[in-house]
């Protein structure tokens, strides 16, 4: 089993409703991450989260790290077109590599 | 089908050093991206080659950091002189210009003392 996971895989949402990503780990972490990727771009930096607990927002995208410090869901409220591309997770077990998710690619419907 | 793979896996150097750190990218590979992730923080973007070109560049910090790719397979990135706030993590990251996920690199692990 993989020490991260990530899903769902892919997600097809029609525009202006809510959606939800998660991002599980085996053990706990030092810290999780929270990327987006778009063609040709690179990572476009969403949120870092440290704390058992805490919750951080960036526009209508809202993340949270769970107490035990194991689980991360990355909540984006009302949906738009901007918001598709995948998303990735990365897990910081040593302050020193990432461990990323497999992906989910987001695509939105007009 | 190899990763893409980076050399060192860890770098310890003097401040005033030079050190080259180098990305050899999955073969086939046309876009090639360099990060730096300074310890407790987010990963930052520092530059894109397509092919051999600089695509993007506007994450570089400073003229003491030189990345080349000489025709467009492997990279190097030099760091001259190593200042101490240069420790950290450097990823790469490299993909296919018809894909959208970048494969990465285990990273080296730079420390400036």
């Known amino acids: 089993s993989q020490e991260l996971e990530q899903s769902p895989q892919s997600l097809i949402v029609q525009e202006g409703k809510n959606l939800t990503i998660n991002c599980t780990s085996s053990k706990t972490l030092y810290g999780l991450y929270w990327y987006k990727q778009k063609y040709g771009e690179g990572l476009i930096f969403l949120m870092m989260l440290q704390k058992g607990g805490e919750e951080k927002s960036h526009e209508k995208i809202t993340a949270k790290l769970d107490e035990k410090k194991q689980q991360s869901s990355l909540h984006i409220t009302a949906s738009q077109p901007s918001h598709a591309g995948i998303y990735l997770c990365?897990?910081?077990?040593?302050?020193?590599?990432?461990?990323w998710g497999a992906g989910t690619k987001l695509i939105i419907k007009p | 089908e190899a990763g893409v793979t980076q050399f060192p896996s860890h770098s310890v150097i003097e401040k005033g050093q030079t050190v080259t750190l180098r990305c050899d990218p999955i073969s086939g590979h046309d876009n090639l991206y360099w990060y730096r992730r300074v310890m407790g923080k987010e990963i930052k973007f520092l530059l894109h080659?397509?092919?051999?070109?600089?695509?993007?560049e506007s994450g570089m910090p400073n003229n003491r950091f030189l990345a080349e790719r000489t025709g467009g397979t492997y990279s190097t990135l030099k760091v001259q002189p190593a200042e101490l706030e240069d420790s950290g993590v450097y990823f790469c990251a490299s993909s296919q210009s018809s894909q959208v996920n970048e494969v990465f690199g285990p990273g080296t692990r730079l420390t400036v003392l």
């Open positions: 080659f397509v092919k051999e070109s600089k695509q993007d």
């Open positions: 990365g897990a910081d077990y040593s302050n020193y590599q990432l461990i």
